[in-house]
């Protein structure tokens, strides 16, 4: 992979060993290790510009309602970016973003669909950049591997950790419990799976990390199961209330 300079927002040393992932991410991770598993990921995965564009769609419709308007230049992270799919998307939260991706899986970043884009290999649970590094944060097709009831330890120490990173706003895809391919992938269930969760479970554990639910979007309610919503930190509104008064 071409060497790339760290972003300055990342303060620590990049990078991932064994004991810095949990067990849930160990498990889906794995799958995404092997050699030219992110060339494959983009032919099988989203070979169809419908399916491609799904998730930019999404992100876009959620931070419209939600109010995301980012300054000029302000930094985006996308975690875990996979291959890129997400830049485009996620630097248009505001005039000239400036993107970063992070993904644990070192095939995923040399298959990287943006080759200028800054790029790290790190930990959804481990990210080794300040607190509040990053204007804005998005999670795109993650959180529903952490979706099953016993796994809400995990979900949890996910959502803190990129609650951690982000200076305010959290856009983030799940799996919705309510719908019939989420109905279905709960029968299925099993640790290590994709996973759909309720959204009021879902918002308690964003409210446990110190963010707040702003909206919601979802490709086909009741349908589909993939769905994103945006949070704020709550002390960044407590901030905000306080300067309006």
């Known amino acids: 992979m071409r060497a790339i300079e760290t972003p300055a927002a990342f303060v620590h040393p990049v990078g991932v ?8 991410e160990g498990e889906v991770r794995a799958k995404w290790q092997r050699s030219r598993a992110g060339d494959d990921y983009v032919r099988s995965r989203f070979s169809s510009r419908n399916a491609r564009q799904r998730d930019a769609r999404l992100l876009a419709r959620v931070a419209a309602r939600a109010g995301v308007r980012l300054a000029e230049a302000s930094p985006v992270l996308d975690v875990p970016c ?4 997400m830049a485009a ?7 000239a973003a400036r993107y970063v991706g992070a ?5 995923m970043l040399e298959a990287f669909e943006a080759p200028e884009a800054a790029r790290v290999r790190a930990s959804v649970f481990a990210l080794p950049s300040a607190n509040g590094a990053f204007d804005a944060v998005v999670c795109c097709r993650f959180l529903h591997h ?19 990173a982000s200076r305010r706003w959290v856009l983030a895809s799940w799996w919705d419990a309510a719908s019939l391919r ?8 099993r640790r290590g799976t994709r996973t759909a969760c309720r959204w009021s ?33 709550r002390s960044q509104i407590r901030s905000q209330d306080h300067q309006q008064r």
């Open 146 to 164: 952490l979706g099953a009831p016993e796994q809400q330890g995990e979900r949890r120490a996910a959502l803190a950790e990129l609650a951690r």
């Open 103 to 107: 993904d644990v899986s070192a095939s």
């Open 82 to 85: 996979g291959t890129g799919r």
């Open 201 to 233: 479970e879902l918002a308690e554990d964003l409210r446990a990390v110190g963010l707040e639910p702003r909206a919601r979007a979802y490709s086909l309610r009741f349908v589909s199961a993939q769905a994103w919503f945006a949070a704020e930190l």
């Open 182 to 189: 989420g109905r279905s992938a709960a029968r299925k269930a």
């Open 17 to 24: 060993t064994e004991d810095e992932t949990s067990g849930g």
């Open 89 to 95: 998307a996620a630097a248009a939260l505001g005039p």
